[in-house]
T-cell receptor, first 118, second 118 residues
Framework: DTEVTQTPKHLVMGMTNKKSLKCEQH?????MYWYKQKAKKPPELMFV???????INESVPSRFSPECPNSSLLNLHLHALQPEDSALYLCASSQGVSGRAANTGELFFGEGSRLTVL | AQSVTQLDSQVPVFEEAPVELRCNYSSSVSVYLFWYVQYPNQGLQLLLKYLSGSTLVESINGFEAEFNKSQTSFHLRKPSVHISDTAEYFC????????????????FGQGTILTVHP
């Protein structure tokens, strides 16, 4: 069982829709991540939040908008997506800057949200 | 910067045979090393990690990996595989950044699909 929960598991949306992906963790972690994974490819980092502040944006298009309302929650708002944005979106967390795990890169992943853009 | 090379994109084996999934990395700084496993339509699960100490690390389900600093490798092995080991395996590395970033940023290899045949 994963301790990082993502909803919804599946999402189909049109190019004009606005939707959101949600992620929640209750491990007390202070860093949270969004990754995008295309079929048969490794995950690609999109965003990193550390202590609820955006610390890394890997040049992601503005049609993806992350939000971290508190240390347990991470959202990814989607608007005007393209079909090529269809992918598995993975949320992950790590202990954060205060723990040793923060310096190791050990991430805890959710099951992912599979997005299809029509 | 770090990079990870997984030398085999696909490895087919028969049940109860031994297997080795190869991983080489390059980095200009100290690294931590990980193997993640991804079962079909699921997120990534940590299989094992090397942080420090003994260069041979083991997982609870019979996998082991050995950190070889001189060869910059972290190959994954299992002496006898099961059908249930069929999955994609990602080698990943995290390094300390010169800027002092204290949270890990994982660099993934391209993945190796392990298929275990009866």
């Amino acid at each position: 069982d994963t301790e990082v929960t993502q909803t919804p598991k599946h999402l189909v949306m049109g190019m004009t829709n606005k939707k959101s992906l949600k992620c929640e963790q209750h491990m007390g972690h202070r860093a949270m991540y969004w990754y995008k994974q295309k079929a048969k490819k490794p995950p690609e980092l999109m965003f990193v939040y550390s202590y609820e502040k955006l610390s890394i944006n890997e040049s992601v298009p503005s049609r993806f908008s992350p939000e971290c309302p508190n240390s347990s929650l991470l959202n990814l708002h989607l608007h005007a997506l393209q079909p090529e944005d269809s992918a598995l979106y993975l949320c992950a967390s790590s202990q954060g800057v205060s723990g040793r795990a923060a310096n190791t890169g050990e991430l805890f992943f959710g099951e992912g949200s599979r997005l299809t853009v029509l | 910067a770090q990079s990870v090379t997984q030398l085999d994109s696909q490895v087919p084996v028969f049940e109860e045979a031994p297997v080795e999934l190869r991983c080489n990395y390059s980095s200009s700084v100290s690294v931590y090393l990980f193997w993640y496993v991804q079962y079909p339509n699921q997120g990534l699960q940590l299989l094992l990690k090397y942080l420090s100490g003994s260069t041979l690390v083991e997982s609870i389900n019979g996998f082991e990996a050995e950190f070889n600093k001189s060869q910059t490798s972290f190959h994954l092995r299992k002496p006898s595989v099961h059908i249930s080991d069929t999955a994609e395996y990602f080698c990943a590395v995290s390094g300390r950044h010169a800027g002092g970033t204290s949270y890990g940023k994982l660099t993934f290899g391209q993945g190796t699909i392990l298929t275990v045949h009866p």
